[in-house]
């Protein structure tokens, strides 16, 4: 039981980071059908930039707690990779909105290629060690143990998921999201503006992506120019667990991907006395998704898109 139990915390981690990346590409699907392939890139950019700031501002403030130095850093990556989302919409994908589903298909996966080689250029494609800024003493839960940096990623994403729920179900904004994912041509006559919807769906993707990188570096240790590419390809496995273009779905099924990766992994390594486990993370993790949707092929949650008019 107590490996049981260390595997649903390390899992429950682990989905947290993976549904707040699985919502940036069910909710960019749902309004406008596209599937964001760069949005992994986002989050290694938003990782990279909160590790320059972090380099930055410790020396320029070297008595101020880890906490503040951790949150300043990750304001100026949302920040960063919002612009960064915001201009990939306008320039790559806008242009291409009635092309057939094939360009922007591509264009998204040029995007991320892109992406990649600009942050090896800029940031040198070596691994860096991410700074250390929460104590690391670790808490006693029964037999089983969580850091504080675990704590902190799952109260961060407890509330990302609170803000953007009520974002969603209770402003304007959200009621706008909605109209545009049901109809955009009939939304637009009715006051609403697609393009500034769509623009600002990509500006929350982008913050919710880089929040789970910035969580996603403290909790390993290390950043680099290729780490957003298996988060991002594991989180849209998880979207489509759950059901693409669900929310709901998104963080049920980044949930049950984390348990089911820690879970399996751990009793892989106990059963085969360490010969099989963590490297058999992502096999157990597809094997999941191509039986759930051999069985239901929408996903555990998914629902039908409305069509356009």
């Known amino acids: 039981m107590d490996v049981l139990l260390q595997q649903v915390i390390n899992g429950l981690v682990l ?5 707040l990346v699985a919502l940036g590409y069910t ?5 406008i059908n596209l599937i964001n392939f760069a949005h992994g890139e986002v989050l290694m950019v938003g990782a990279l930039c909160s590790w320059s700031m972090i380099g930055w501002l410790q020396p320029l ?5 880890g906490w503040v130095i951790l ?11 919002a612009a960064l989302n915001l201009a990939i919409e306008k320039i790559a994908y806008r242009p291409l909105r009635n092309a057939p589903k094939l360009a922007p298909l591509i264009t998204a996966i040029g995007i991320s290629i892109l992406l990649q080689t600009l942050a090896m250029i800029i ?13 690391s003493t670790p808490i006693p839960i029964g037999d089983a143990v969580i850091t504080p940096t675990q704590l902190m990623i799952l109260a961060v994403t407890a509330m990302a998921l609170a803000v953007l729920s ?3 179900n209770a402003t304007s904004l959200g009621r706008a999201m909605r109209a545009t994912a049901e109809n955009p041509r009939v939304a637009s006559l009715m006051g609403v503006k697609p393009d500034v919807v769509i623009s600002a769906t990509f500006v929350i993707g982008a ?13 390993y240790g290390t950043v680099q120019h290729a780490m957003g590419f298996l988060p991002g390809l594991k989180a849209f496995t998880a979207a489509v667990f759950g059901g693409i273009g669900n929310l709901t779905g998104a963080v049920v099924g980044g949930l049950l991907l984390g348990l089911i990766e820690s879970i399996g992994s751990g009793y892989l390594g106990e059963l085969t006395g360490g010969v099989l486990g963590s490297q058999y993370t992502d096999i157990l993790a597809f094997l999941v998704l191509i039986l759930i949707l051999t069985l239901r092929p929408s ?5 039908r898109v409305a069509d356009r008019a």
């Open 61 to 65: 403030l070297p008595n101020t707690p």
């Open 71 to 81: 949150l300043l850093s990750m304001v100026v990556a949302c920040v960063a990779a």
């Open 123 to 135: 940031w040198k494609p070596n691994y860096k060690p991410y700074p250390t800024l929460l104590p």
């Open 207 to 219: 913050v919710l992506a880089t929040i789970a990188g910035v969580m996603w570096a403290s909790n």
């Open 299 to 303: 996903g555990l949650l998914g629902e």
């Open 27 to 31: 909710m960019v699907y749902g309004i």
């Open 15 to 19: 989905g947290s980071m993976y549904a």
């Open 166 to 168: 009520w974002l969603v």
